[in-house]
């Protein structure tokens, strides 16, 4: 028998108790800085050595954090179902805990890439980004983040994942960051939807479970079950 396809939608929450903040729990700050000064084109624009300096602490800190009980659990679930991760984070904690699959929509900061060819992408070899680092072309390299306001490339690949899912585990996202959070609406008819995140997230499907529970908990208490039964069920 086919093994059951599972797709984990992800979002900052799976990694807050990595020690990785939110930014939607903060105030709309993202670690005491507004989106509009550090996470858009316009920031890279006007202030460009603000907006290095703010994902080089952004970098330092994921390099500090550990996958938590949540990242390690979806990992384990690899060993009875075929398992893919699309996530929000830019962080590498799903990596790290072991999750083989992972695509990531928002980018990844532990890598950069060029500001002429956005296609050109490089693992950073060391923990910061200096105003003169060029990428192979001679342009400046930036962080491979996706800012607010610039397209997401990402979204066709994670939509073809969506749409073929017959589980789909959200977690740790208030639904509310578009483009991504309407992915959603791309699993097919038969698919199982749950998400665990605590808070009272506006439910954006209909049929959705939601587990009210942080991620450490909810996720290793599901996955346990689904593993126990050989079977994922809603
Ligand atoms: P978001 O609004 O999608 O996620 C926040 C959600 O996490 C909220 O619904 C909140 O209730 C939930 N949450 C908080 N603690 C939780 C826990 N312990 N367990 C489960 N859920 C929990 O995302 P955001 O914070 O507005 O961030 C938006 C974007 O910024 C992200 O999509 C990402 O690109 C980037 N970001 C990335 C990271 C990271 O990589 N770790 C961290 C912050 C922001």
């Known amino acids: 028998m086919d093994r059951q396809r599972l797709v984990v939608f992800s979002g900052a929450g799976i990694s807050a108790e990595s020690g990785l903040r ?12 507004r989106i509009e000064d550090v996470a858009t084109p316009e920031a890279w624009h006007r202030d460009p050595t603000s907006v290095l300096r703010f994902y080089d602490q952004r970098r330092a800190q994921v390099i500090a954090a550990m996958p938590n009980a949540a990242h390690i659990a979806i990992a384990q679930l690899q060993g009875k179902f075929e398992v893919v991760v699309v996530t929000q ?44 680092d060029r990428c192979a072309l001679g342009s400046q390299l930036r962080p491979h983040i996706v800012w607010f306001g610039e397209a997401v490339p990402m979204m066709d690949p994670a939509i073809d994942l969506i749409a073929r899912a017959d589980h789909l ?63 994922i069920t809603a």
């Not at 805990?97 to 990844?108: F, K, Q, R």
């Not at 998400?195 to 939601?210: F, N």
């Open 22 to 33: 939110t930014f939607r729990d903060s105030d709309g700050l993202w670690e005491e800085h």
């Open 89 to 132: 984070n830019i962080d590498d904690l799903h990596e790290r805990a072991g999750s083989e699959h992972v695509l990531h929509l928002h980018g990844e900061i532990l890598k950069a890439r060029s500001t002429k060819d956005p296609g050109l992408v490089v693992q950073l070899e060391k923990p910061t980004i200096e105003i003169g």
């Open 169 to 231: 585990l959200v977690v740790g996202t208030s639904l509310n960051v578009y483009p991504a959070a309407g992915l959603i609406q791309y699993a097919p008819r038969y698919c199982s939807i749950t998400l665990v995140d605590p808070a009272d997230v506006t439910l954006t499907r209909a049929g959705m479970t939601h587990i009210k529970a942080k991620a450490s908990e909810g996720v290793p208490s599901l996955a346990s079950e689904w593993m126990r039964k050989g079977s």
